[in-house]
Nanobody
Framework: QVHTVESGGGVVQPGGSLRLSCAAS????????MGWYRQAPGNERELVAH???????NYADSVKGRFTISRDNAKSTVYLQMNSLRPEDTARYYC?????????WGRGTQVTVSS
């Protein structure tokens, strides 16, 4: 299983953009499907975006057209480009790696959208 570390969170105004990164190590990154999840206080963790080993993607309805997930296997990194951010996007964002050996989670990065 790979070990993942998220980065790129911060405070941004509504309508702004952020790019999150999830760097993986300790395994074969290309053999992992990768997902971005988020959890706001009092809410359950929810899937935001997912990218398969073959780079097929799917998104939560709430972020379609605003967020883009991508992966760079050479850098063992998955990205989440977030545009047109809204206050309701405020949450801690987590990266998850899935392979035949199981799943692993990072510790997350906080995104706060506020004026």
């Amino acid at each position: 299983q790979v070990h993942t570390v998220e980065s790129g969170g911060g405070v941004v105004q509504p309508g702004g953009s952020l790019r999150l990164s999830c760097a993986a190590s300790g395994g074969r990154f290309s053999a992992n499907a990768m997902g971005w999840y988020r959890q706001a206080p009092g809410n359950e963790r929810e899937l935001v975006a997912h990218i398969t080993i073959g780079s097929s993607t799917n998104y939560a309805d709430s972020v379609k057209g605003r967020f883009t997930i991508s992966r760079d296997n050479a850098k063992s990194t998955v990205y989440l480009q977030m545009n047109s951010l809204r206050p309701e996007d405020t949450a801690r964002y987590y990266c998850r790696a899935d392979s035949s050996r199981g799943a692993s989670w990072g510790r997350g990065t906080q995104v706060t959208v506020s004026s």
